[in-house]
């Protein structure tokens, strides 16, 4: 069965770091473009991060570069997002999706998605 499970949310602190990863069941991650995407309490959830399967292109959000890096490690079929200078404006639900090709901003594209994981930043 087709699965991605999120996994290494928490509380952090402001400047601290978290590394999520995303983990494919049920199919190889080898061909897929592999998006980062975080909801907000009362806000639209957003693009974060991408990562494609062909050329691999990588893509940031503008409110995370310089301090997110996404990475991928098909040999474990995991997708992993680090993320480092954690601001209070992190705080979301986390979520990875999967699609066939290239990586896009709209979430309609992408047809695998996690549960999602929950990060907050807070002192």
């Known amino acids: 069965q087709v699965q991605l499970v999120e996994s290494g949310g928490g509380l952090v602190q402001p400047g601290g770091s978290l590394r999520l990863s995303c983990a494919a069941s049920g199919f190889t991650l080898d061909y897929y473009a592999i998006g980062w995407f975080r909801q907000a309490p009362g806000k639209e959830r957003e693009g974060v991060s991408c990562?494609?399967?062909?050329?691999?292109?990588?893509y940031y959000a503008d409110s995370v570069k310089g301090r997110f890096n996404i990475s991928r490690d098909n040999a474990k079929n995991t997708v992993y997002l680090q993320m480092n200078s954690l601001k209070p404006e992190d705080t979301a639900i986390y979520y990875c999706?999967?699609?066939?090709?290239?990586?896009?901003?709209?979430?309609?594209?992408?047809?695998?998605w996690g549960r999602g994981t929950q990060v907050t930043v807070s002192s």
């Open positions: 990562i494609s399967s062909s050329d691999g292109s990588i």
């Open positions: 999706a999967a699609r066939l090709g290239g990586c896009r901003r709209s979430r309609t594209a992408y047809r695998y």
